[in-house]
């Protein structure tokens, strides 16, 4: 047994999974998660880079997952950054600040790594996997879509349609105004029109990850907070989807926290619903099926694997 510590560091959040990996019978058992918002990626998509403000907020986060993980003495940490990072031009100084002062070492991943391995801990530990499906992951700077079997994924796509990114670009306030989301809509329709006809074969099997889907599945149960059992494999269907987004179109910040939603998600969750509503529409798809798992458990897997072949 090998216990691990993977981080997930997003345009938006950092997450944290401590598990134990049991190679003989190939589990993943989750020991401890935890979520920050971080929002690193905020201004990057305009500037380019990481301000100092964001940077200070992910060596805060690190420090505490540091912490944490040799609370809970893990003897790996894995640690990976995805669309903020990927963007920044000042991505090798982040990278060297946050190993200097917290010992973590980041690993950069393109947007088809992400992809692959999100779609591997979607299902992470799931029974009954069809033969073929598809993961979309929402992310706060990018969307990647993926799909294939347990064996492989065979087709994958990352785009830079993501809740921070899109809002920052689009929305000057919420609620937006009309011709602001129709020029957000625009925008997303273009991107995912030129990108997603491969997936249309797995609509009917489609697993949703990151914070927009958990958040949409939350309220959608009339949850005022996130509960990872009612959440982790709920059936979100389109119409849930379509009846948030028309509450969204008309509610301003407070409206939207009132309904439970934290903080640093509220502002960017019209955007991530959005990019959501029009890929279900676009493929025609009735439910996805919420994974709380993600990004984190395909770096768990990855290691297992790793861990397997070595023995």
Request: aromatic share 6%; glycine share 8%; proline share 3%.
């Amino acid at each position: 047994m090998k216990r691990v510590s993977c981080i997930d560091i997003g345009t938006n959040t950092a997450l944290l999974l401590i598990a134990d990996l049991e190679p003989e019978n190939g589990t993943i058992t989750p020991v401890y998660h935890k979520q920050t918002i971080v929002r690193l990626g905020k201004n990057v998509d305009a500037e380019k880079v990481i301000d100092h403000d964001a940077l200070e907020r992910l060596i805060d986060s690190l420090s505490d997952y540091r912490r944490l993980s040799d609370y809970h003495d893990t003897e790996t940490i894995i640690a990976v950054g995805t669309s903020a990072l990927r963007d920044a031009k000042n991505h090798n100084e982040v990278i060297s600040e946050v190993a200097r002062t917290t010992g973590i070492t980041i690993k950069c991943i393109s947007g088809q790594e992400e992809a692959e391995l999100t779609f591997s801990g979607a299902v992470a530990g799931m029974s009954n996997i069809p033969d073929l499906f598809a993961v979309i992951d929402i992310g706060g700077g990018s969307t990647e879509i993926s799909m294939g079997s347990e064996r492989a994924v065979t087709d994958s796509v990352s785009m830079d349609i993501g809740s921070v990114r899109l809002t920052e670009r689009f929305f000057s306030t919420l609620p937006p105004p009309q011709p602001e989301f129709e020029a957000a809509k625009a925008s997303i329709n273009k991107q995912l029109t030129a990108r997603i006809l491969p997936f249309f074969s797995a609509r009917e099997h489609i697993y949703g990850v990151a914070g927009t889907l958990t958040t949409i599945a939350q309220v959608a149960q009339g949850l005022k907070h996130f509960d990872a059992l009612k959440v982790h494999n709920f059936p979100l269907r389109y119409t849930d989807v379509q009846a948030f987004l028309e509450k969204l179109k008309e509610s301003n910040l407070e409206d939207i926290i009132s309904l439970g939603i934290p903080e640093g998600r509220a502002d960017v969750i019209t955007m991530g619903t959005l990019i959501l509503h029009q890929f279900m529409r676009l493929l025609g798809i009735e439910k996805i099926n919420v994974s709380i798992q993600g990004l984190r458990f395909g770096l768990a897997q990855r290691e297992l694997l790793r861990m397997q072949e070595s023995t």
